[in-house]
């Protein structure tokens, strides 16, 4: 069985001198209590076939309803995930507010068993961080991506 594969968009700017990214809070029930660690790169699964670059754009445009600013996109590399999901990250130079995204939205069952459907946002909210703020948000398995950026923009 071949891994799971994301790809996704690390948005960041200089401000002050000193670097942020920007974040989104995942979604849904499982999520809604968590801060630390429950943070992540705007990323979504794409098949096989789909050009991860391609999917890491669409993704973008699909989480924050917004398009991806121009600019050139910088690749991270590839991450494992501890659920062993491998995502793909690229850089990109570029602001936005955050108050002008409309995230997109699932739909699960919740209650877990409780044979209601209900529709949730995939991220929740997003923000700027700086890299040290940043590195306690995210999911631990993406946090080399922040390191890349480091080494790509400097800090």
Known sequence: MTARRSAGILLYRKANGELEVLLGHMGGPFWARKDAGGWS????????DEEPEAAARRE?????G???PQGNLAELGAVRQSGG?????WALEGDLDPAQ???GTF?????????????????????W?????ARAKLLKGQQPFLDRLVALAGS
């Open 41 to 48: 790169l705007p990323k979504g699964e794409h098949e096989p």
């Open 60 to 64: 973008f445009a699909e989480e924050l």
């Open 66 to 68: 917004l398009p991806v």
């Open 85 to 89: 999901k491998v995502v793909t990250g």
């Open 101 to 103: 995204v409309v995230p």
């Open 107 to 127: 739909e699960m069952e919740w209650p877990k068993g409780s044979g209601r459907m209900q529709e949730f946002p995939e991220m929740d909210r997003f923000a």
């Open 129 to 133: 961080f700086p890299l040290t703020e």
